[in-house]
Nanobody, 121 residues
Framework: QVQLVESGGGLVQAGGSLRLSCAAS????????MGWYRQAPGKQRELVAG???????NYADSVKGRFTISRDSAKNTVYLQMNSLKPEDTAVYYC???????????????WGQGTQVTVSS
């Protein structure tokens, strides 16, 4: 069993900052990818930022230069530092991890429960 627990969402004024955290726990052999997605009302879920193991980070064009993703592999935790927030960043933010639970199993996708980020103008 694997759990992803997110924290750090909330209400902030435009121009402000928030830091999201997501910790993976449970039966984990290895993690291939960790990232953040978001879904605004009436819109599809979209990738905000991702950080694969041993690979380059990638960002949505809309957040480049404002958001920074980082990962603590020892703690199975991923962070998203969000600066210069805009009202259009308002959404539910979801953490995703691609995890292999045992050495002889395939990688699978796991999602957090989501955390609300609201940016007021």
């Amino acid at each position: 069993q694997v759990q992803l627990v997110e924290s750090g969402g909330g209400l902030v004024q435009a121009g402000g900052s928030l830091r999201l955290s997501c910790a993976a726990s449970g039966s984990i052999f290895s993690i291939n990818f960790m990232g953040w997605y978001r879904q605004a009302p009436g819109k599809q879920r979209e990738l905000v930022a991702g950080i694969p193991s041993g690979g380059r980070t990638n960002y949505a064009d809309s957040v480049k230069g404002r958001f920074t993703i980082s990962r603590d592999s020892a703690k199975n935790t991923v962070y998203l530092q969000m600066n210069s927030l805009k009202p259009e960043d308002t959404a539910v933010y979801y953490c995703k991890a691609v995890i292999k639970r045992l050495s002889n199993t395939a990688y699978g996708d796991y999602w957090g429960q989501g955390t609300q980020v609201t940016v007021s103008s």
